[in-house]
């Protein structure tokens, strides 16, 4: 069984197009979060949930706004998109809110490519 | 702040040779430190973690790290690389409010057979 799994894993689209990516967990963690690693490979946390509750939002234009139905679930919809959103989209998990020592579980990621 | 500086981009090991790559730290106190890797077209996959239990830390596929707070370093090592062991390694350390990893800018693996 797949921990955490995204959909889809793969999303070439227009600019200017809106679009949603799924996050879906099935360990019973409390935590879920967001990534984007760029084309240099560098990964960057953008929004972390706990319970339900957002808890970290980084420095994120508000074209892209996570929503979190139930713990199990995190989704990232993205409006307007630019080409500088191309890059590839990590979903994780953890059982708390991650600390010294929390383990983070991620997805296979979603490569996201905005013609 | 906590930060993590991986001071190779690229490492090529032939087969069956040591692989070592290489990782500093930033921190104002002891910190936690991971290391992930990322096969190509994959997710990530935790390696290891150090939690100041033991300063030599086992992970999976015979990888091993070494904390050093003498010299802020946190090193993956491994005494025979494998073809399957070419990713990309991710040196990570929580850090903000201890609520988010923050992550090294990677170093890609090469293994030559």
């Known amino acids: 069984d797949t921990a955490v799994s995204q959909t889809p894993k793969y999303l070439v689209t227009q600019m200017g197009n809106d679009k949603s990516i799924k996050c879906e967990q099935n360990?019973?963690?409390?935590?879920m979060y967001w990534y984007k690693q760029d084309s240099k490979k560098f990964l960057k946390i953008m929004f972390s949930?706990?319970?339900?509750?957002?808890?970290i939002n980084e420095t994120v234009p508000n074209r892209f706004s996570p929503k979190s139905p139930d713990k199990a679930h995190l989704n990232l919809h993205i409006n307007s998109l630019e080409l500088g959103d191309s890059a590839v989209y990590f979903c994780a998990s953890s059982q708390g809110v991650a600390g010294r020592y929390e383990t983070q579980y991620f997805g296979p990621g979603t490569r996201l490519l905005v013609l | 702040a906590q930060s993590v500086t991986q001071l190779d981009s690229h490492v090529s090991v032939s087969e069956g040779t040591p692989v070592l790559l290489r990782c500093n730290y930033s921190?104002?106190?002891?910190?936690?430190l991971f290391w992930y890797v990322q096969h190509p077209n994959k997710g990530l996959q935790l390696l290891l973690k150090y939690t100041s239990a033991a300063t030599l830390v086992k992970g999976i596929n015979g990888f091993e790290a070494e904390f050093k707070k003498s010299e802020t370093s946190f090193h993956l090592t491994k005494p025979s690389a494998h073809m399957s062991d070419a990713a990309e390694y991710f040196c990570?350390?929580?850090?903000?409010?201890?609520?988010?990893?923050?992550f090294g800018s990677g170093t890609q693996l090469t293994v030559l057979p």
């Open positions: 990570v350390v929580p850090s903000g409010s201890a609520r988010q990893l923050t």
């Open positions: 360990l019973g963690h409390d935590t």
């Open positions: 921190s104002s106190y002891s910190p936690s």
């Open positions: 949930y706990n319970n339900k509750e957002l808890i």
